[in-house]
């Protein structure tokens, strides 16, 4: 644990990881239940104490992935053996135990070796995946560990589809893992796969609930935002009047200007509640350089 702060082993792009401490400085100190209708890596809720968990992500493929890493908790060396094994089975790269990439192809590709050599096996494992269902979700979590940019991406057939990436299982990587496994056996947690709307609405608050918000940003352009529209911007917002209505507790991080774009309708909901900015800055899918904007988190207590 970096610093006091675990990161998610699902290293989720835009995930709040390098933010947590900044973000948990507007928390309640007293959560009953620690609410998340868009969990993704969960990077915010490894960092937070609760006397229990709800946690949710509409995409099913991410709730799997914990699902499938939380049934290793007490048994992680199971997981390794698998993984690992996986791993040599495909002829990948493993720089954490040692199996490096020849130095040759260092010298030739100076910053594309792990691609280069991992490339033909990924592919491999990539189609397996694929053709046996995609239900095999430690191979999943492989193609995540050494795709491009750590990210779940499916094509409109519903093929996992990312290219591989500039890199393989590290000890940042069993770091991460080694976090997660620690933290959750101490946390009780509901995992859920839902509409935030649909998950929301069925939950019967109790006194001290908390619920934060780390939605799709409207205005951004990463893989994930493509899935938010306007709509669901708006309806979102109209929940929280609703929870502020019933005095439950929430928090909810967005982005208000980026580039030369600003959410107008955040903005103006934002003016009934309290607005702390975040220093943050914006890493995304098409371009990988640093966009400096405006993220802020809104409370209404």
């Not at 998340?36 to 915010?44: C, Q, R, Y």
Request: charged share 25%; with cysteine; proline share 3%.
């Amino acid at each position: 644990m970096k610093n006091g702060i675990a990161r998610s082993p699902l290293f989720y792009v835009g995930d709040k990881y390098k933010l947590i401490r900044d973000i948990k400085a507007h928390f309640p100190y007293n959560i009953n239940r620690f609410i998340e209708p868009f969990v993704g890596g969960g990077s915010v809720m490894m960092n937070v104490d609760a006397n229990s968990f709800m946690l949710n992500d509409i995409n099913s493929y991410v709730i799997a992935i914990h699902r499938m890493l939380c049934s290793y908790i007490n048994n992680k060396n199971d997981f390794y053996d698998r993984f690992f094994n996986l791993v040599k089975e495909y002829g990948l790269s493993l720089s954490f135990c040692g199996h490096t990439v020849p130095d040759e192809l260092k010298k030739t590709f100076p910053k594309t070796y792990y691609a280069k050599y991992n490339k033909s096996s990924y592919n491999l494992l990539k189609e397996k995946f694929n053709k046996e269902g995609k239900k095999d979700i430690v191979k999943l979590y492989m193609l995540l560990i050494y795709g491009f940019n750590r990210m779940l991406r499916f094509n409109k057939k519903g093929d996992f589809n990312l290219p591989v990436g500039d890199v393989d299982f590290n000890k940042n990587t069993y770091d991460a893992l080694e976090d997660y496994f620690t933290i959750l056996q101490h946390k009780q947690i509901e995992w859920h796969n839902e509409d935030f709307r649909v998950f929301l609405r069925n939950i019967q608050f109790q006194e001290n609930d908390f619920v934060y918000l780390d939605p799709p940003y409207l205005i951004t352009f990463s893989e994930y935002n493509k899935l938010w529209n306007e709509q669901d911007e708006m309806e979102l917002l109209q929940l929280l009047d609703c929870l502020n209505e019933q005095n439950i507790r929430f928090a909810i991080s967005n982005v208000t200007h980026y580039k030369d774009r600003q959410n107008n309708i955040f903005i103006d909901w934002a003016r009934k509640y309290q607005t702390h900015t975040i220093k943050s800055n914006y890493i995304s899918y098409h371009d990988n350089s640093i966009k400096q904007f405006n993220e802020v988190i809104i409370k209404n207590y």
